[in-house]
C-alpha cells in the first residue's frame, strides 16, 4: 500500500512536468500512459518492484530492469529517452541542494576516477590481465585462461551488439581500451573516452 501511493504521487508529479512516451502497465490490469502515444511501456509484475519509480533515476530503472523486476518493450533509442526523461523529471523538482548533488561535472567526475584509476597501472596489473580489462570474465571451460576469459568477454559483447566491420563504435568510460582495440581489430572504426589520466 505504501509503496502504490508514492507510486500514484510519483505519476502525477512526471505528467505534471513533461510528455513523456511512455505506458506504464501493472500487474492488476491498471495503466497510465504519461503521453498520448507511447513509445516504450514498463510492465511492472508484482506491488514491490514499484519502489524503482517512487523516485527514478537512471541507475534504480537500469537496477529494475537488469534484476528482471520490470519489463520492458521498445526499441532501444526510445528506452533510453524515456528512462533520462523519468529521472530529469524527477531531479527537476528535488531542492537547489539536491540538484546540485544530482549533476554531473567534468571536475566531479575526473576527481572520482582519479582516486579510483589513478591509484596506479603498476597496482592494476598486479590482478588484471595482460590487455586491462576488468569487471567480469567470460570463461567457457575451467582450464580457461584469465586472458582468453577475458578476451571470450569481449566478443561476447561485440557479438551482442552485432558490429560489423566499418561500423562506428564509441566506448564511454572505456578503461585502458581493451574493448575499443578489440573492436578494431575486428574492422570497426573505434573510439574509446576515459577522464583517467593513467588508463588514457
Not at 48 to 57: K, V
Not at 79 to 86: D, H, I, K, R, T
Not at 119 to 145: G, H, I, K, P, W
Request: charged residues 20%; aromatic residues 12%; hydrophobic residues 40%.
Amino acid at each position: 500500500m505504501f509503496f502504490e501511493k508514492r507510486f500514484l504521487r510519483t505519476v502525477e508529479q512526471i505528467r505534471s512536468q513533461a510528455a513523456v512516451p511512455l505506458r506504464i502497465e501493472l500487474w492488476n490490469g491498471q495503466s497510465f500512459d504519461f503521453c498520448g502515444e507511447p513509445s516504450v511501456t514498463v510492465t511492472i509484475p508484482k506491488p514491490s518492484a514499484l519502489r524503482y519509480f517512487i523516485a527514478p533515476s537512471l541507475d534504480t530503472l537500469g537496477e529494475a530492469f537488469v534484476e528482471g523486476h520490470i519489463k520492458v518493450q521498445g526499441k532501444a533509442k526510445n528506452v533510453f529517452e524515456v528512462a533520462e526523461g523519468l529521472a530529469r523529471s524527477m531531479t527537476a523538482k528535488l531542492p537547489s541542494a539536491f540538484q546540485w548533488l544530482a549533476n554531473h561535472s567534468r571536475e566531479r567526475d575526473r576527481a572520482a576516477i582519479e582516486y579510483h584509476y589513478d591509484v596506479s597501472n603498476d597496482f592494476y596489473q598486479l590482478f588484471l590481465d595482460r590487455n586491462m580489462v576488468y569487471s567480469c570474465a567470460y570463461y567457457r571451460t575451467e582450464a580457461d585462461t584469465l586472458e582468453a576469459a577475458q578476451t571470450q568477454k569481449l566478443d561476447h559483447i561485440l557479438n551482442k551488439l552485432r558490429l560489423a566491420p566499418g561500423e562506428r563504435f564509441l566506448d564511454i568510460g572505456c578503461g585502458w581500451g581493451a574493448l575499443i582495440l578489440r573492436a578494431a581489430q575486428h574492422g570497426a572504426n573505434a573510439t574509446g573516452i576515459t577522464l583517467s589520466r593513467n588508463q588514457f
